[in-house]
């Protein structure tokens, strides 16, 4: 899948199984001090019945990532919703 390197952390987007569904995932791994990965769930709120979908919105998501928070927390874009859907109008 796709990685992307920061600074202090290592951030990897994949997708994990859930029964019979698939969650898109971003997981921080300290590239620098001693540390576990921490999983972030995108749109948590959606899953996805193919691997192959789950892990295309995990590489959207990694891309997206403006940086990341000292404790390694992604920081995405004010408007970003994790979703292809339009945006309401404003």
Known sequence: ????LFDDYAVHATAVAEG????A?????????????VYYAIAE???FRERELAE??????????VGLEGDGTPI???????FDDPLPPA
Do not use: E, W
């Open 25 to 37: 995932c971003l997981v921080v791994t300290p590239r620098v001090r001693h540390g576990y990965p």
């Open 45 to 47: 709120n959606r899953s």
């Open 20 to 23: 019979s569904r698939f969650t």
């Open 56 to 65: 295309q919105a995990s590489a959207k998501a990694l891309a997206a990532i």
């Open 1 to 4: 899948m796709t990685d992307r």
């Open 76 to 82: 995405f874009p004010d408007d970003y919703t994790g």
